[in-house]
Every structure is written in C-alpha cells, then in structure tokens.
C-alpha cells in the first residue's frame, strides 16, 4: 500500500463527502432558483404599478362654472365638464379630428381625474379664471394600453372603451397630450373604489402598518424584556415557572386568527364598549397593533430568554464576585450582552406581525378605507389598513388593474421588510460585542 | 436604556391619544355590494366635508350578523346586503336592541354564468339544464335518482358535449340563495323534480323546495367561499368550467370569460332592467335609525348613496354594471321620511 494511492475505504469516504457537498450544493441551487423566479414574478407583475399614464390638460378655470359646480351635490361632475370641454379644444388647437364625445372622455379619462382639478382649485383659489395646466391620470383600461396590457383584441367585448377610443388615444400620443410617467401617487396615495385603480397608492396602508409595529413594538419589548429577565434570572425554579413557560410556547403556536377575536371581544366590544375607551374603536391601527402585540408577545419572549440564556455564566459571577447586586449584575451586564439577540428576535417578531391580515379581519382594518393621516394622534386612532390587507383586498378586485396594483403593493411590502431588517442589522452591530 | 424610554414613551402616547367620538361611517356585509359602496364612499367624502366611510365585506349573513350585534359606536351602522333581511335576522336585531332599521334597495345586480373565453360556447342553457347537471338529484325516466350526469349533453343535445364542472357561490354569501330560488328551483320545478320531492316529503312545499336546494357533492359543483376572483381562477384553470359571477364581475373581465346566456337571453343591464334576462337579485343595505344624528354623516351617506346621480342610469354605479331601479324616487323619500322596516309593512 503505497500513501499516494487512496485506500478503497479512503475513496469511499472521500465520495461520501463529495456526495454531500454535491447536495448541499443543489439544495442552496434550488433555493436560489426559487427565490429568483419568485422576485422575477413580483417585479414582473408588479413594474407596471409605478407606472402611470398621463393626460396632460390646459383647464380654463371659468370662475362662473366652478361656483355652479361647488353649489351641486355631485361637485365634481360640474369640473369633468370643464376638463372635457378643454381637452376638447385642445385637441383641435393640435390638428385632432375626431371629437371626444362624453364616452371616449369617460373611457380616457380617469373618473378621479376631476377631483384632483377641485383639490387643485380649492387649494389654489387664487388660479380661478386663468388656464392651469394639470397632467391628470388616464383611465385604468388607457393605462393597460400604454403598458401593453390591453390590446384591440382583449376589448372586443368591453363596454368602457372601444378600439376607436384606442386610435384617439394614439393620436394624443402623437401630438404629446398623453405620457408615461412615475407614479409617486402609488408610494404615498391611499385606497380608491373599484372604478378607479389608476389612483389607487400603498402610502396610506403603509402608515397604518408603521402605527401599528410602532405599537406593537411599545407593548412588547418592555413586557417581553421584563418577563423574560425575571423569569430567567430571578424566579425560583419550581412548578409555577415550569408552567408559565410551557404556557408561552403554547401560546406562540396558536393560530393568529384566534388573537383578532380576543381582540374583538376585549378591545372593541369591552375596552371600546363597556369601559368606553375612545379610542378603541373598529378600524384603528391602535386596536391593530394591540392584536399583533398578542400575538407577537410570545415569540419575542422567547427569543429573549434564548439571548439571556446565551450570555455566559461567568459573566454573573464575576459582577457578583466584586459585589455587584444581582439586579446591577443583569443591568450592568447581562442585558447589554444580550440586546443584539433580544434585537433580533424582536425584529423578527414584527416581521412576522407586519405579514398578518388574520388577526385583522375581524377588527374591521381589511376594508375599504380611505383616510387623510393628520397628526400625531389620528395616526393611530383613524381608520387605517395594514399592507398585507391592501394587498389582499386588491387582488379580490374585479378590474385587472388591481391585479397589478396588488403585485406591485408586494414590491412595497418586501422593500418596508427590508428597511426593518437593515435597521436591526445596524442595531445589531452597534451593541454587539465579543467575549 | 434610551431604547427602553423610547418605546415608553410612544405607549404613552399611543394610550393617551383619546380622540373624540367616532366621526366616520362604519359599513360592513355583502361582498358583492362592496364595489359599489366603496365607489359611492370614495364620492362621498370628494364631494362632502364629512370622512370617507369605511366599508368592509365578508358576506351579506357575516354582515348583518354584525350589525345585529348591538347599538352604539363600537357596532357598525349600516350592513350591505345581496338579499333581504331575513324574519330571524329582524328578530335577532331587536333581542339585541336594534329595533328601528332602515331598508334601502338601491339597484338590482345581475347573475350571470360564464366560461373562459377560448372555451366551449354554452348559449343553450335553461334553469333545467343547471338543475340536471348541478342537482343533488334528478328525474331519470320519470323517477328521482342521484345525479350521475358527466356531460352537459347527457341531458340537452344543444349543450356541449363538455365535463360538467360548476363554480357557484358558497353559503354564506348572499347570491347563493339568488342562484337556490331563481335557478334550482325554477329548474327543478321544469324537470318535475320538484312534484317528486312534493311527494316524497308527503305534500310539504317548504322542504320540497329545500330538496331542490341540495347540489351534487361528487366534486362537480364546487362552492366558492372567497370572492369572485377566486372563481375566475378556477375557471382560468379549467376550460369546460361554468362559473357563477355578478353582472358587474363579468362586465370588469371581459377579456377572460364569455358569458352564457339563459333561457336564450343574454345578460346586460338592459334585459335585466326589464326582467327579461330571469336571474337578477336586489341589492340592499340597512340603515339603524338610532344612529342617525349620533354618528355624524349617516344619513346623508344613504341619501348621497341613492341619489339620482349615483344609483340612477347615468351614474357611476350604472357605469360599473349596476342595473338602476325604476323606483329609487320612492326609495329616496322612504330614506329622506327616515321610514323603518316595521312602519312601511
């Protein structure tokens, strides 16, 4: 036997190794290829939501039909008038033939587009009588169009727009009336009805999941930490504590919808109802974030006491040894050395109750809301809905619009994960430290 | 422990904000009256100084079952519905408090039957047929079997020669008891199923019709308890597949489905309008009195919801697929006189 040659049992193990290292290979392969068909699918379907197509409009803001149109219920039918009526003469003035009739307007034209002109004139009285020139938002089946989501073919059957409104609208290409462009509406706008998926944005959404992890992380962190520190350096070790802390594993398994009709009854029906907390109403991040906190609060103090658990004994008895008490030994020592692990867990808790809707559904936050933030105080207490719900009640939606809409929400909710989890990195490494 | 005060500091706050009185309409039910409440919040608060209600769904039963929870700021003002309140629902509402309601109809919605749009073409379908290929059971050679029909042309030689696969609506919404009266039973009467199970329960109409209700559970009629997107997905995913969908639904997806027309009618707002398309259903929503003037723009929202210009032809509901009803004068004074269920009947 030479020691240059491999023995046949030295072969077999070395296959053996090589064998495993092949499937870990694959396996990380696979996960890789799954994650990028995943992100290809999302960005994929969901590019198109940052996108919108606009009309831009020279409105002549006659003062005498902008009294007639405030003095109406239906305000804003009274400024569609007005915005036709420009488009129409603008069109002329550039050389297009063909008329815009109240259809083609209205299968253009999106239905929120009026409105902005009233915001516009309400927040600018002074522009009454002179031309502003608006870039108003294209209807969602124009907006298909430009994106190539709609062709002259998927219409064959539609009633809200026909392929001559399609001709139209590639004439106003022509002549530079109608554009792409950014959609910051859909970062920072909140929910629209059905009719309107062109107006629709996440930001509204988005502050109501800050609220209610800003809550969520209130509740839980100076409970979990003081549950934990108390039970893993302090309490006796008997029957009692064994049974609190199986409790807490018990707990962090239950389903989450169980935690949104605990909230129901002890927030909305007794906090809200019987004891007669205002703010304790249907709807309101508050009443959210106290149900994920629910939820949550098991988890992170879990997490906690395995970041206690891990800090070395030593540790201890040296702070004990010079004389330290035992509450200035887990402050001064301890606490400091677990932070990073604590700040791990907790993130990774929200992270878990920023993705539910469960809980939410029966606390009235998976709904059609559309709400003005304003204010430190109704940021948690106005109606609001978490991103996760946005997404789900836009993919319920009839129009194929909000199929879009609903991936490109995705994009958002996966970029506000990351910024959560960017954020903990950095915790992490500014309280890391070695031993 | 900066961080620790920080986080202190923020429950506080979070816990001392107590702002006023709930200022917003809170609406909850049907699923199908959804879009067109939201269309007509969302026109609401652009055209009012008041908040934008919010409005959830979750099935016209989950609905009312919330609204016949109780009064006061913690229960919701007003619940959609696709059918009319049921005796045991009114009954539950008053044990509960909730005396003085409001009925609203506002528009009809129409149901339709449609398949994916490169599949067969179903343009020959009578209540008959849906009963034979959807029915528990079925007349064979003048007696009542189990339903043991594959193909649609098993039992009508103008239907394709395609699996019977049917989608429709699950109990707890409100169209399915639209899809009972208007399609199974009136189809179950045509076989003569319905003089069977009249028979057989010994002359009692109640339960015979309750026979008629019952749909195979072979796995060829599904119910659907999510939304309609979810039976569009099934149907996307299935080439012969029939799927229940509102008028409205169809109308948003006509690049995807094809609809079938019944008893050789095709469904638009038009024939529903005049009722010669047959499967149509009010839709609903009711109002509690005791809230109005506590709950501020209530009632303003109904009467905002049934005016001309929202529910009538030419407004945005229409626009959506709602089919307007020709009496929404009288639905407006019943709203402006504030008049309750009990006191019109």
């Not at chain 1, 677990?338 to 929200?350: C, D, R, S």
């Not at chain 2, 039910?29 to 939201?38: E, N």
């Not at chain 2, 398949?115 to 379908?125: H, I, L, R």
């Not at chain 2, 959807?134 to 394709?160: C, E, H, I, Q, R």
Request: some cysteine; aromatic content about 8%; hydrophobic content about 45%.
């Amino acid at each position: 036997m030479s020691l240059y040659l491999e023995s046949p049992r030295t072969k077999k193990r070395n296959a053996a190794e090589r064998r495993f290292q092949s499937y870990g290979l694959a396996a990380i392969a696979a996960a890789l290829f799954f994650l990028v068909v995943l992100l290809g699918q999302i960005i994929g379907n969901g590019s198109g939501a940052f996108i919108q197509t606009r009309l831009t409009v020279p409105v002549t803001l006659d003062a005498a039909a902008i009294e007639k149109a405030e003095g109406s219920m239906m305000k804003t039918s009274g400024y569609r008038k007005l915005i036709v009526a420009s488009l129409s003469a603008e069109m002329q003035a550039k050389g297009i033939e063909a008329e815009l009739d109240s259809k083609a307007a209205k299968a253009l034209l999106s239905s929120g587009a009026p409105n902005t002109l009233r915001q516009h004139v309400l927040a600018n009285p002074a522009d009454i009588g002179s031309t502003v020139t608006l870039k108003l938002a294209g209807s969602s089946r124009l907006d298909g169009y430009m994106k190539g989501r709609v062709t002259r073919e998927s219409i064959s059957d539609d009633k809200a727009i026909t392929p001559a409104h399609l001709d139209l609208a590639d004439e106003l290409i022509g002549v530079g009336l109608l554009s792409k462009g950014f959609n910051w509406g859909f970062v920072t706008g909140n929910d629209a009805s059905d009719l309107r998926p062109e107006q629709s944005g996440m930001g509204q959404s988005v502050l109501g999941s800050l609220a209610m992890m800003l809550v969520v992380l209130a509740v839980c962190l100076p409970i979990s930490v003081a549950a934990s520190i108390y039970l893993e350096e302090f309490a006796p070790k008997n029957k009692l504590t064994q049974f609190i802390e199986v409790n807490i594993s018990n707990l962090a398994a239950v389903p989450s919808i169980v935690f949104g009709i605990l909230a129901l009854a002890a927030f909305i029906q007794f906090g809200g109802g019987t004891i007669g907390i205002e703010a304790f109403r249907a709807s309101a991040p508050l009443v959210g974030g106290l149900a994920l906190s629910l939820m949550t609060l098991p988890t992170i103090i879990i997490a906690t006491r395995a970041a206690l658990k891990a800090v070395p004994q030593s540790m201890r008895d040296a702070a004990l040894g010079v004389g330290a008490s035992k509450m200035q030994a887990v402050f001064h020592h301890v606490l400091p050395l677990a932070m990073p692990g604590i700040m791990t867990g907790t993130i990774i808790g929200l992270a878990a109750a920023l993705g539910e809707t469960a809980p939410l559904l029966l606390i009235g936050m998976v709904a059609f809301v559309q709400t003005d933030i304003s204010g430190a105080t109704s940021f948690f207490t106005d109606p609001n809905v978490g991103m996760p719900a946005q997404i789900y009640i836009w993919a319920t939606r009839a129009d194929g619009a909000w199929y879009e809409r609903a991936w490109g929400g995705i994009i958002l909710l996966l970029i506000f994960l990351a910024c959560m989890n960017i954020v903990a990195i950095l915790l992490r490494r500014k309280f890391e430290r070695r031993w | 422990m900066s961080l620790m005060k920080l986080t202190v500091s923020v429950a506080a706050l979070a816990v001392a904000t107590s702002a006023q009185a709930r200022d917003n309409v809170q609406v909850a039910g049907s699923s199908t009256v959804l879009p067109y409440a939201s269309i007509v919040a969302e026109a609401f608060g652009e055209n009012t100084d008041f908040p934008t209600p919010v409005v959830e769904s979750g099935g016209s039963s989950a609905g009312l079952k919330r609204f016949c929870e109780g009064l006061g700021e913690n229960t919701v003002d007003i619940a959609n519905s696709s059918r009319k309140i049921r005796d045991k629902e009114v009954k539950a509402c008053a044990e509960a408090g909730v005396t003085d309601i409001i009925e609203v109809r506002f528009g009809y919605d129409g149901i339709v039957f449609a398949s994916q749009k490169t599949g067969p073409d179903y343009t020959a379908f009578e209540p008959a047929d849906i009963f034979n290929g959807l029915g528990a059971k079925v007349m064979v050679d003048g007696k009542l079997v189990d339903n043991t029909y594959t193909k649609w042309s098993d039992f009508n030689a103008a239907l394709p020669a395609e699996e019977i696969a049917g989608y429709i609506p699950g109990t707890k919404h409100g169209t399915r008891e639209v899809f009972e009266i208007k399609v199974l039973e009136v189809g179950c009467k045509a076989t003569g199923a319905y003089d069977a199970y009249l028979a057989e329960n010994g002359g009692d109409k109640k339960a015979a019709s309750k026979s008629c209700y019952g749909v195979r559970s072979d796995g060829r009629s599904v119910d659907i308890d999510g939304d309609y997107t979810e039976t569009l997905a099934r149907i996307a995913s299935n080439a012969a597949g029939v799927g229940v969908f509102g008028l409205s639904f169809y109308e948003n997806n006509t690049d995807k489905l094809k609809v079938a027309t019944v008893s050789g009618v095709e469904p638009t707002t038009d024939t529903i309008a005049t009722g010669e398309y047959p499967v149509s259903r009010p839709l609903y929503f009711y109002v509690k009195k005791a809230h109005i003037g506590v709950i501020p723009g209530l009632k303003e929202y109904a009467q905002f919801f049934i005016a001309e210009e929202i529910a009538g032809a030419e407004g945005p509901l229409a626009e959506y697929g709602l089919v307007a009803d020709p009496e929404l004068e009288k639905t407006q004074a019943l709203v402006a006189d504030e008049a309750t269920l009990g006191s019109n009947m």
